[in-house]
């Protein structure tokens, strides 16, 4: 099997050419090409291709963390250190962008298979459709939270989204479409993959019905449509409703999760980052002491180093990039937010309670029984910064958050002495396109301030 497998996933195995050519794809022409289902489905279980390379530019010029000045200097790749300071400086390496994009190219590769196949009433036949489509969404979905500007309705017409993709063609042009085309795209995929995704999965590399829910949760949240996200977390958590009691857990692992966990919806992870490494990254101090003392995160979260804390609370139960997959837990607090928002507040205050059981010493908390909208929605979003540290997630969250005033929030950084700053609604949050997808393709790149 594994002989079968590496030689339909060394198709799209694609080599640095030109961007016009699939973005900077480009694959070996003398390869076999798949024809059948079951080769679909041995391209769709490629989980170095399908579930990791993911962005991390994001969490990189977020304020989770910090560095010193020396850990910068220290850092070889020159485009993490200028995303750290949130430069201007064009971005040399491409794996960010390659990266989902050969993920969708994947995906469409399947789903051009499948299309071509006379067995497509089939159960197998269906789940392998659906998977494909939620692995485009879900790749667009990361190169957007990373690369595009913050979503705002009113404006998303005229704002520059992504190029999309739909077909294996290499020879399509790349040109980016609208913000809010992209999302619908988006939107698109996961409707029509939570249409046919199963209950479980087969292989724990891939979604099932409860990710697909979650999937468009968390889209919708960012696209600040807080009903929609309310009533796809409900779906997702009425499938799988399995949340970690913390209490059982050993904080003094060095690793206390696994991938395999009973949270995990969907597993993903980013590319490789030095910043965000242990040996760099030292956690936000403010956030650190966010923390109270009976707070389980606190010691499972993070772990003493010499001139810091280190993050090693990572649901891919690795040091190998950070998890951007989907979890029970941020369905519950994305639940929670919607809740709070559209003036539902027992529901609310019911999933903070219930949260809080499971992340704070046994008998510890006091529950809450009665309060305004705006103190529960503070509690929330206070959880979910807790929660979802090295996540991916706090990025988006940025972006969306501070297009309201009361949580608008202005980012620093000092290197040797020098301050540098991202105030909110800046354009830099659409981080810079590499610049050899610019160059070759000629598409736009993202404007500055």
Not at 125 to 144: I, P, T, Y
Not at 152 to 180: F, H, M, Q, W
Request: aromatic fraction near 10%; charge should be neutral; glycine fraction near 4%.
């Amino acid at each position: 099997m594994f002989k079968k497998l590496f030689k339909w996933i060394a198709v799209p195995c694609l080599l640095l050419s030109s961007c016009n050519n699939y973005l900077d794809l480009k694959p070996d022409a003398k390869m076999v090409i798949p024809k059948t289902l079951e080769d679909c489905e041995l391209l769709l279980n490629d989980y170095s291709t399908m579930n990791t390379k993911y962005p991390s530019y994001g969490e990189v010029a977020a304020d989770n963390y910090y560095l010193t000045s020396s850990s910068w200097k220290a850092i070889s790749d020159i485009d993490e250190r200028n995303v750290y300071i949130w430069s201007d400086e064009p971005i040399v390496l491409s794996i960010q962008w390659q990266g989902p994009y050969k993920a969708i190219y994947q995906a469409n590769q399947i789903l051009s298979v499948l299309a071509a196949l006379e067995d497509g009433s089939s159960d197998r036949w269906k789940v392998c459709n659906a998977g494909a489509h939620f692995f485009r969404a879900f790749a667009m979905q990361q190169l957007m939270n990373v690369f595009t500007s913050p979503y705002n309705k009113e404006t998303a017409t005229n704002v520059l989204g992504l190029p999309i993709k739909l077909s294996p063609n290499l020879d399509d042009r790349s040109i980016r479409s609208s913000l809010e085309e992209t999302c619908l795209q988006i939107i698109k995929d996961y409707r029509l993959a939570v249409s046919g995704l199963p209950a479980h999965a087969q292989n724990s590399g891939l979604p099932n019905r409860a990710a697909g829910h979650a999937a468009l949760a968390r889209l919708y949240l960012g696209m600040q449509d807080y009903e929609t996200p309310f009533r796809y977390a409900d779906s997702s958590l009425a499938l799988q409703p399995m949340l970690l009691d913390y209490n059982t857990l050993n904080p003094n692992a060095s690793l206390p999760f696994s991938r395999s966990n009973g949270e995990v919806l969907f597993p993903a992870t980013s590319s490789s980052s030095y910043a965000l490494g242990q040996s760099y990254a030292r956690i936000d101090t403010t956030l650190y002491n966010s923390y109270a003392t009976n707070d389980l995160r606190r010691s499972l979260f993070f772990r003493q180093m010499a001139n810091g804390m280190a993050f090693k609370g990572s649901y891919d139960g690795s040091l190998s990039g950070i998890f951007v997959g989907l979890s029970t837990a941020e369905m519950y607090l994305t639940r929670a937010e919607a809740a709070a928002r559209l003036g539902l507040l027992d529901l609310s205050i019911d999933d903070l309670n219930y949260f809080k059981t499971r992340r704070y010493k046994l008998g510890s908390i006091i529950p809450i029984e009665s309060a305004n909208i705006e103190t529960v929605l503070n509690e929330v979003l206070q959880e979910r910064r807790k929660e979802l540290v090295f996540r991916g997630l706090r990025w988006v969250d940025l972006k969306r958050l501070n297009q309201e005033p009361g949580f608008a929030k202005t980012l620093t950084r000092t290197i040797d002495e020098k301050s540098y700053t991202l105030n909110p609604g800046s354009k830099k949050y659409a981080i810079l396109i590499p610049q050899v997808a610019i160059q070759e393709s000629g598409m736009s790149q993202n404007v500055r301030d």
